[in-house]
């Protein structure tokens, strides 16, 4: 159900194009949002279409009955509009498959899409379908596209509202390098606000509308930006190709820039190493709580060592053991759990999951050992990425450092670039871009004098390394 505001946005997008002959694709075409918005732009944009054939695939009886009624009156009220309409109640991917594994691409000149967002089990009906014409997707959405381009005319072009997720992280990295092969990126909008576009349907990470042409030579890309689907603040700037998709970058992320100037990551020799060269690893923490059931205890007792969730983590403490907590604060130390521990020592840990009504996306915090003298080693639960060395503890300065850099401003804004959803991956802290290790322990000595610096003061300093 895409609002009419979000439709026409999207619609406009559409440019002038070789075609005076129109086949619309609109896969879940719902109520026919997308397609009658894409009707409008056509009589009233210079380039008017001498006949439009639209295929509109909607599984939904009940909306299939309002899709009818709407491209009827829609021809009512525009008898002089050349228009065709076939609604399609088949299954979008198993109906793409067949005609591709046909040979019978190039079927549409235009494609407009707010597809489904369910993810996929890799076991599916449709995951095997996906795989007999090339195709790993994991959520339907990231599905419909890819099939939506494989039919896609050559010149033709794409509209699609997504997820911001496919930007960045291994499950997306078919679908990204996919999107490149098969088309060139003109335009990509970001909802600012992910807590205020589409607010009725509590969406938690930011979706994009992105604007695809088939087999394009790639030039500029135009980056609009709005605070919400209201467009009132609508603003946009054009980026060369190589701000957006890294040349090196073998996993073919997705950044979206949103000022003309360069960020302090992106222009600073100063941070320039990554963590390989630093020889510090980051991991996501290894204890899945409810896998080890008969190994955790609510509190720490004899033949236990802590078992640090995101929730120890206050005001850059660890207040260990939280009493009258719904989380266990300890894990047994044995055989079996040894191998899913951490020894004792300094470590940088950031949350995976950030709310989204908070300020920075990553929020990064030190395990100082100090916390459980007598313990022997942590265990670090499946909701922390942990900072170490071979799965040791890291010098406590570089601890430290690594911390107050990670929480900066300059370090949330390129994180934001590539990242639009609530979730930090180890994948993601990867790509950053970091000081040296003799950086990295200046800063965390810095860091550990007020023992609690405010923003400000870490802006401040980082900026003073540059």
């Given at each position: 159900m895409t609002p009419a505001i979000v439709a026409r946005f999207m619609a406009s997008l559409f440019t002038q194009s070789r075609f005076n002959h129109c086949s619309l694709l609109d896969a879940g075409a719902g109520i026919g949002s997308l397609s009658t918005a894409f009707l409008e732009r056509t009589t009233t944009a210079n380039h008017k279409l001498n006949r439009i054939e639209i295929k509109a695939y909607e599984?939904?009886?009940?909306?299939?009955?309002?899709?009818?009624?709407?491209?009827?009156?829609?021809?009512?009220?525009?008898?002089?509009?050349?228009?065709?309409?076939?609604?399609?109640?088949?299954?979008?991917?198993?109906?793409?498959?067949?005609?591709?594994?046909?040979?019978?691409?190039?079927?549409?000149?235009?494609?407009?899409?707010?597809?489904?967002?369910?993810?996929?089990?890799?076991?599916?009906?449709?995951?095997?379908?996906?795989?007999?014409?090339?195709?790993?997707?994991?959520?339907?959405?990231s599905a419909f596209v890819a099939l939506a381009l494989e039919l896609l005319e050559e010149d033709g072009q794409l509209v699609a509202i997504i997820p911001r997720s496919f930007c960045n992280g291994t499950y997306y990295q078919h679908f990204r390098r996919l999107i490149l092969q098969k088309s060139s990126i003109r335009q990509i909008h970001l909802f600012d606000a992910r807590n205020k576009a589409f607010r009725d349907d509590n969406v938690l990470q930011e979706n994009v509308i992105i604007h695809l042409e088939k087999s394009k030579i790639q030039g500029d890309v135009i980056v609009s930006t709005s605070t919400d689907d209201s467009f009132s603040d609508l603003a946009s700037h054009s980026y060369s190709f190589d701000r957006i998709v890294r040349e090196d970058d073998n996993e073919r992320f997705i950044y979206i820039p949103t000022s003309t100037e360069f960020c302090l990551l992106e222009s600073s020799s100063t941070f320039n190493k990554s963590l390989s060269d630093l020889f510090i690893e980051v991991s996501t923490g290894p204890v899945v709580d409810f896998r080890v059931k008969e190994?955790?205890?609510?509190?720490?007792?004899?033949?236990?060592?802590?078992?640090?969730?995101?929730?120890?983590?206050?005001?850059?403490?660890?207040?260990?053991?939280?009493?009258?907590?719904?989380?266990?604060?300890?894990?047994?130390?044995?055989?079996?759990?040894?191998?899913?521990?951490?020894?004792?020592?300094?470590?940088?840990?950031?949350?995976?999951?950030?709310?989204?009504?908070?300020?920075?996306?990553?929020?990064?915090?030190?395990?100082?050992?100090?916390?459980?003298?007598?313990?022997?080693?942590?265990?670090?639960?499946?909701?922390?990425?942990?900072?170490?060395?071979?799965?040791?503890?890291?010098?406590?300065?570089?601890?430290?450092?690594?911390?107050?850099?990670?929480?900066?401003?300059?370090?949330?804004?390129?994180?934001?670039?590539?990242?639009?959803?609530?979730?930090?991956?180890?994948?993601?802290?990867?790509?950053?871009?970091?000081?040296?290790?003799?950086?990295?322990?200046?800063?965390?000595?810095?860091?550990?004098?007020?023992?609690?610096?405010?923003?400000?003061?870490?802006?401040?300093?980082?900026?003073?390394?540059?």
């Open positions: 599984v939904d009886k009940n909306l299939r009955e309002q899709l009818e009624n709407v491209f009827a009156c829609y021809e009512i009220l525009h008898p002089n509009q050349n228009i065709a309409v076939r609604i399609l109640e088949d299954d979008f991917i198993e109906s793409a498959v067949n005609l591709i594994l046909s040979n019978k691409k190039g079927l549409f000149t235009h494609t407009i899409l707010n597809p489904p967002y369910k993810k996929i089990s890799s076991d599916s009906y449709h995951r095997q379908m996906l795989r007999q014409v090339g195709v790993e997707a994991v959520n339907l959405y190994h955790i205890r609510q509190m720490p007792e004899p033949g236990t060592v802590p078992l640090l969730y995101p929730g120890h983590f206050v005001d850059n403490s660890i207040e260990f053991p939280k009493i009258n907590w719904k989380k266990p604060n300890a894990i047994s130390f044995n055989r079996s759990t040894e191998k899913w521990l951490y020894p004792k020592g300094f470590y940088a840990v950031v949350r995976r999951f950030s709310a989204k009504e908070q300020k920075r996306r990553i929020h990064a915090s030190v395990v100082n050992p100090d916390f459980s003298p007598e313990s022997i080693a942590f265990g670090f639960e499946n909701h922390l990425n942990v900072f170490h060395f071979g799965k040791k503890g890291i010098p406590e300065d570089a601890a430290y450092g690594l911390a107050a850099y990670l929480n900066s401003t300059p370090v949330d804004q390129y994180f934001r670039r590539f990242n639009g959803h609530t979730q930090v991956n180890a994948a993601d802290l990867r790509k950053l871009k970091y000081p040296d290790l003799t950086v990295l322990k200046n800063l965390g000595v810095w860091a550990k004098e007020p023992g609690n610096p405010s923003q400000e003061m870490i802006d401040e300093k980082l900026i003073a390394l540059i």
